[in-house]
């Protein structure tokens, strides 16, 4: 009975009756990645209305999947499912264990990945208190973050695939934002992203900054490495763009008290 129950909460996700041909690469995708933890923690968050339904796919990568959907008011959200076995055990594994804020890691790769699905969450959270603009976290539970919809009636467009529709202005602009977004989350958050490029940079209404899994804390032993690199992505990329941008190494040393 409860297996049947889980099912049906699962078609009613993702629409399966009425939807399985109009939308193959989400059932295609949905395959891969719902083994039996995925669809029970789905079909616990469904039943308790944070998510209703799932109506398509917005990203998918080597750790994760993306899907675009609804919960139980009708409000627009975006679910990030991980993977439970995964590829990247290795450099999860080495993110996670030098995180002070982590304590004991599990050695079972699935338990691994709800850790880091928590860290996610509490990234975003963190993000937020110190007004950088993030997907608004919801709830987590297991491998599943339901987080904020960016976008209209479509996902918003990742920086990298608006550039080309851009002009100098606009890359200034963004290259503001984004430096006072690395400045932020260091000297009153604490904390680097790791990760900050043109991938993990959404437009809609301003630019909103995606992906924190890997982001940490000051405390970090990885954390200088990591501020190093969003560093370095953002000046190169806005650098290539025409933009006037400050040199690499003054402002590492300006960030770090050097």
Known sequence: M??????????????????????????????????????????????????????????TGKEANVFAGVDAEGRRIAVKIYRTYTTEFRRIWEYLAADPRIGYLPKDMRKLVFVWTRREFKNLQRAIKYAVRVPEPIIFRNNVLVMEFIGDEVPAPRLKDVERELELRDFEELYDFTIRVIERLWKRGDMVHGDLSEYNILLHEGPVVIDWSQATVRRNRMSLELLKRDLRNVINYFGRKGVDVDDFDDKFRELVGL
């Open 2 to 59: 409860r297996e049947e129950l889980i099912e049906r909460a699962i078609e009613d996700m993702l629409g399966l009756r009425e939807r399985r041909e109009k939308d193959s690469e989400l059932y295609k995708i949905a395959n891969e990645v719902f083994d039996r933890t995925t669809k029970e923690t789905l079909a616990y968050l469904h039943r308790r209305g944070k998510i209703d339904t799932l109506y398509g796919v917005i990203s």
